[in-house]
């Protein structure tokens, strides 16, 4: 047997580097999913390689051989719920294109669930005991430290509405005007860094504008009942009391199809079969996580690339 | 000078900002929850050194500067003008006082130091880690007298006074470090 006496390749010693990470990344993804069916969900798979995926503003999809590779599993899942499920899960990977940074991979592992629901306070729920299970599972605590801080995961959890924040934060109500790229700006530079330092936060009431597949809310039609879920600045989940009215969902496709064409894209066909399933589908709540995100607040990590085994430049 | 939207901005690029070249030290790609691509900016203005925060749409376009590096010859300082020198071209180029700030006190004819070009005038530099100057003036150093202070006052031929051990004299050349200002070590005597 011949001894190696060379070093190792600079991607290997970077690989083993990770170990810790994915270690830990393995215990979460079996807690995840040992969470939700011991919740009674099902476990569902949906296909990554589609004829049409949610016409959305700033969602680009990726393309190949004339199909949309998924950048959400929602539609598959909504329709699966229209079908008569009362609760399912899904972890699996979506793909949107340029979306690349600390906090963002071109290709991310996402976990989608659905259920049951009369409004959105369900859903919440279900995240502070999703992320407690994790915890406990994972080292018997409550809390976690990230960032140099100590974020107290034990619920109940704050809410707050998104006007609330931006009143406190921004000094402006998008909820009672909007635009859209003082409102990006301000959140990602004004109201994000702020939120669930000390315990996890959720931004709900959103701008019907913003509302994406959410229903507005019954009382208050300039708003609407989608929650986002943030934890030490980390934005972690979206949830939506979901959207069943065929007609406007179909007009909020179309506003999103006309933008894409106006920003020089080719916006993705009407997803018609998802719009026709939506009067089947009995009221119901649902919310996407960024895997990858809630891996890094548990390792204490800094970047998405540390928690994932090869990052789009890696592989 | 290039045109470059902001998902081309990338960390160490100049770029031109209310009149000024702004250097990127940090940037950031962001994207709250079905928003839009965001990038979240540190630059460093090249002539006043301030640091600001800014957050551009990926649509927003920029002209880049032309910023270069070039290493130049100090020659003299003639009131209050300094004066670089190309070593190949030998393109002169001025400085004021000012600009020059602390710098001056590490400034020796002859010395290679690095210009920040821009548009035609230099508007900042870096000089060596370390410099070698001459003592011009310091206090005798009286053998056996062990009751003095660990270090004394010394000027070198730049004009710039420091404190160092007491065995350094007139006419030794010492090594300075020029981000602390600092003595370093005897170099010759």
């Known amino acids: ?315 | 000078m290039a045109t470059v939207s902001a998902g081309d901005l990338r960390k160490g690029l100049a770029i031109e900002m209310e009149g000024a070249p702004h250097l990127i030290v940090a940037l950031e790609f962001v994207k709250p929850g079905k928003g839009q691509a965001l990038y979240r900016c540190k630059l460093k203005n090249l002539i006043t050194g301030q640091l600001s925060d800014r957050t551009y749409r990926s649509g927003d376009t920029f002209q880049t500067a032309e910023v270069r590096d070039t290493e130049m010859q100090y020659l003299y300082h003639h009131a209050d003008s300094y004066y670089f020198m190309h070593p190949e071209t030998y393109d002169q180029i001025e400085m004021s006082a000012e600009d020059v700030g602390e710098a001056s006190n590490f400034l020796k004819e002859g010395m290679l130091v690095t210009l920040l070009l821009y548009e035609g005038r230099a508007i900042g530099f870096n000089l060596p880690n370390f410099v070698e100057l001459e003592i011009t003036e310091t206090d005798k150093w009286v053998k056996g007298d062990t009751a003095s202070s660990d270090t004394k006052t010394a000027v070198v031929e730049t004009g710039y006074a420091l404190q160092v051990p007491p065995f350094v004299e007139v006419g030794d050349i010492i090594k300075i470090d020029t981000r602390t200002g600092k003595y370093v070590e005897r170099v010759k005597r």
């Not at chain 1, 991607?11 to 580097?17: D, N, Q, R, T």
């Not at chain 1, 069916?37 to 016409?55: D, I, N, Q, W, Y």
């Not at chain 1, 406007?248 to 106006?262: P, T």
Request: charged share 25%; proline share 7%.
């Open chain 1, 1 to 315: 047997m011949s001894s190696v006496s060379r070093d190792k390749p600079q991607f290997l010693s970077h690989l083993e580097s990770k170990r810790y990470n994915l270690l830990v990344r393995s215990e979460v993804l079996r807690l995840i999913r040992a969470f939700f069916h011991t919740k009674g969900f099902v476990e569902v798979e949906t296909p990554l390689l589609l004829s049409t995926v949610a016409p959305e503003e700033y969602i680009e999809p990726f393309t190949v051989e004339g199909r949309y590779l998924a950048a959400s599993p929602e539609l598959q899942m909504k329709q699966l719920m229209s079908a008569g499920w009362d609760k399912l899960f899904q972890i699996t990977h979506s793909f949107r294109k340029g979306e690349k940074g600390s906090l963002h991979n071109p290709e991310f592992t996402i976990l989608e669930w659905y259920r049951l629901a009369k409004e959105l306070e369900k859903l919440m729920e279900d995240m502070e005991q999703l992320f407690l299970f994790v915890a406990r599972g994972l080292d018997g605590n409550a809390g976690i430290s990230f960032g140099g801080g100590q974020v107290d995961l034990s619920p109940p959890w704050k809410r707050l509405s998104v006007t609330e924040a931006f009143l406190q934060f921004a000094g402006w109500d998008p909820v009672a005007e909007f635009d859209q790229t003082r409102f990006d700006i301000d959140l990602v530079s004004k109201v994000e860094p702020n939120l669930g330092f000390e315990k996890p936060v959720f931004l709900h009431s959103y701008p019907a504008a913003a509302a994406s597949l959410a229903a507005l809310c019954p009382d208050r039609p300039e708003a609407a009942m989608r929650v986002e879920l943030y934890i030490a600045g980390l934005e972690l989940a979206n949830g939506f009391f979901e959207l069943r009215d065929p007609v406007e969902q179909r007009e909020r496709f179309e506003i999103a199809r006309e933008r894409i064409r106006e920003s020089g894209r080719t916006p993705p066909p009407l997803p018609e079969v998802f719009i026709s399933c939506l009067e089947y589908m009995p009221p119901c709540a649902g919310a996407a996580l960024g895997v990858d995100r809630m891996v890094m607040l548990f390792c204490n990590a800094s970047s998405m690339n540390e928690v994932m085994a090869f990052n789009w430049e890696e592989c």
